[in-house]
Every structure is written in C-alpha cells, then in structure tokens.
C-alpha cells in the first residue's frame, strides 16, 4: 500500500498585512538613515552654518579710520579697525555678526562713534574680512581678548571707561569678553541666549542642544555680569526671535533697560528713538 510522504517544503504566504508591516519597516530605516545623515551634515559643517565671513583685501581707506593688525596668541594675523573722535580719550569696542566683514560696517561705526562721541574699535573675526584662520567659538573669545589688550596697550584704553557694544552673534563675544574686564557698560542689539537655542528655531527637525559646538551659552553669563546693560531687539526678528532676546535680557542682575525696535527685522538700521534712548540710560550712570 502506498503511503503519501509530507513534504518537507513549507510554503511561506504573504498576507497584505504582513507586506504593509515590510514595506513600513523598509520605509522607517530609510528614514532613520536620512535623519542621522542630516545630522552627520550638521555636525560636519556646523562652521560653516554658523559662520558666513567675507574675506577682503580691502584696505579700509576711509577717512579718520586706521587699520590694526596684531597676532593671536596661537599666531594667526587678525585685522581690525579704528575710527578717532575728535578730543576724546574714551574708547567703545564692537563686535559684528556672523556675516561678511568689517567692510559692511563702516557706515555704522562712523554713526557709532558720532552718536556716542568717543572712539571706536572694530574687529574682524577669523575668516572675515582681513583676518586670517578659521572661526570658532574659543578662536573668537580668545582673539577678542587679545585685541583688548592691544587696545590697552597702543591706544590707552580703559575697559573701566570703555563701551562694549554687540550685535547679534557678536553680543555672544562681547558677553563673554565681559567675564574678563570690568568694562563701563554694555550694549546688546539682537543677540540671544544662546546659540543652541537660536538654532532649534531654525531647526527645529535637529538635535542641536545635543550636537553643536559652538555654543555662546549668554545666559549662563548674564546673571553674573554687574556691568550696566542697554539691550534692544527687532520685533519682527526672522533670525534671532524677538521672545529670544527678551529672555536673555530678563536673566540680566545689574542695572539695565530695554528698548524695543517695532515692527523691524534683523539688519534693519537703528533710529534715532534708538540712540536718545541709549544716551539718557549711558548720562543716568
């Protein structure tokens, strides 16, 4: 009598849900490995995210400007310049932000100096402008304070008697130079908490707390200044959000006062409502 063998073979069936459930999982790896190349993108070129200098070789032959060349302590040329005011021995210090050069700012440090009648000192951040190296955030404070004391130095700066006036990332630097000095006060225009989390507004999909390296954490700075600070922010800040500024200003100790710019976004030009509200906060002290 013949006896049918089972087969050994087993036939494997494919139900609809089990190939949704494949084609899912196929689906979320693709994902995951965009997700982690965008963060190995970010990771990779944070610099160049972060930074935006225009290198020139302009020689910044403007009338009443001299130029300053100094090198850092690790031996990079940096490049910075000055404007004089007229029978004034009083110095204020200013920092750009993280785009083009010194170049773009003439026009500002001429109203700068005029507007708060003493001298004026600029610099260019590695990478920008005549400056040579590459940014970051330790090569910024560094240089920042090797400029200083040239200025102390060659042009008999006090920081006691001086100004620091920051705008953007450049009230990170300054933030962070006034951690060094005692200086007479300081003036803040659109700068944040920091840099993380200027980032997380404008990457929200990105890990950015976790991830970035150049960080100027403000805030951790501002409840330990005693300097008097004036602070004005654009309300209409596509880059740096106007609630970010606000917040920096609300962990400040000392005396200090805030002036709103309306309806203004990020580069637009400060008014003369601005520098009357300045002047009688600076005469106050």
């Given at each position: 009598?013949?006896?049918?063998?089972?087969?050994?073979?087993?036939?494997?069936?494919?139900?609809?849900?089990?190939?949704?459930?494949?084609?899912?999982?196929?689906?979320?790896?693709?994902?995951?490995?965009?997700?982690?190349?965008?963060?190995?993108?970010?990771?990779?070129?944070?610099?160049?995210?972060?930074?935006?200098?225009?290198?020139?070789?302009?020689?910044?032959?403007?009338?009443?400007?001299?130029?300053?060349?100094?090198?850092?302590?690790?031996?990079?040329?940096?490049?910075?310049?000055?404007?004089?005011?007229?029978?004034?021995?009083?110095?204020?210090?200013?920092?750009?932000?993280?785009?083009?050069?010194?170049?773009?700012?003439?026009?500002?440090?001429?109203?700068?100096?005029?507007?708060?009648?003493?001298?004026?000192?600029?610099?260019?951040?590695?990478?920008?402008?005549?400056?040579?190296?590459?940014?970051?955030?330790?090569?910024?404070?560094?240089?920042?304070?090797?400029?200083?004391?040239?200025?102390?130095?060659?042009?008999?700066?006090?920081?006691?008697?001086?100004?620091?006036?920051?705008?953007?990332?450049?009230?990170?630097?300054?933030?962070?130079?006034?951690?060094?000095?005692?200086?007479?006060?300081?003036?803040?225009?659109?700068?944040?908490?920091?840099?993380?989390?200027?980032?997380?507004?404008?990457?929200?999909?990105?890990?950015?707390?976790?991830?970035?390296?150049?960080?100027?954490?403000?805030?951790?700075?501002?409840?330990?200044?005693?300097?008097?600070?004036?602070?004005?922010?654009?309300?209409?800040d596509e880059i740096i959000p106007y609630d970010n500024g606000r917040a920096l200003y609300d962990r400040f100790v000392t005396k200090k006062a805030f002036w709103v710019h309306e309806d203004a976004s990020h580069n637009t030009a400060l008014?003369?409502?601005?520098?009357?509200?300045?002047?009688?906060?600076?005469?106050?002290?």
């Open positions: 009598m013949d006896t049918q063998r089972p087969s050994n073979n087993h036939h494997k069936t494919t139900t609809p849900s089990s190939k949704i459930k494949s084609m899912l999982f196929r689906s979320l790896r693709i994902v995951i490995f965009v997700y982690l190349g965008l963060v190995l993108l970010a990771i990779a070129f944070e610099k160049q995210l972060v930074y935006h200098g225009t290198p020139t070789d302009s020689a910044h032959r403007y009338p009443g400007f001299e130029e300053h060349f100094i090198s850092s302590q690790d031996g990079v040329l940096l490049h910075g310049i000055s404007i004089e005011f007229p029978v004034s021995d009083k110095w204020a210090i200013f920092f750009h932000g993280n785009a083009g050069s010194l170049e773009h700012r003439v026009g500002f440090l001429k109203e700068l100096s005029f507007k708060l009648k003493r001298n004026v000192l600029a610099v260019d951040y590695r990478g920008f402008g005549k400056s040579e190296g590459s940014p970051s955030e330790d090569a910024l404070i560094s240089d920042a304070v090797d400029f200083t004391n040239y200025a102390m130095e060659h042009l008999s700066l006090r920081p006691e008697k001086s100004y620091l006036v920051g705008r953007s990332l450049g009230g990170g630097v300054a933030l962070q130079l006034a951690t060094e000095y005692t200086f007479e006060a300081m003036i803040l225009i659109n700068t944040f908490t920091s840099l993380t989390d200027v980032a997380s507004e404008l990457y929200p999909f990105l890990p950015t707390q976790q991830i970035m390296r150049n960080r100027f954490d403000s805030i951790l700075v501002a409840e330990r200044l005693r300097i008097p600070v004036f602070q004005t922010h654009d309300t209409q008014p003369a409502d601005f520098y009357r509200a300045l002047n009688r906060f600076l005469k106050a002290l």
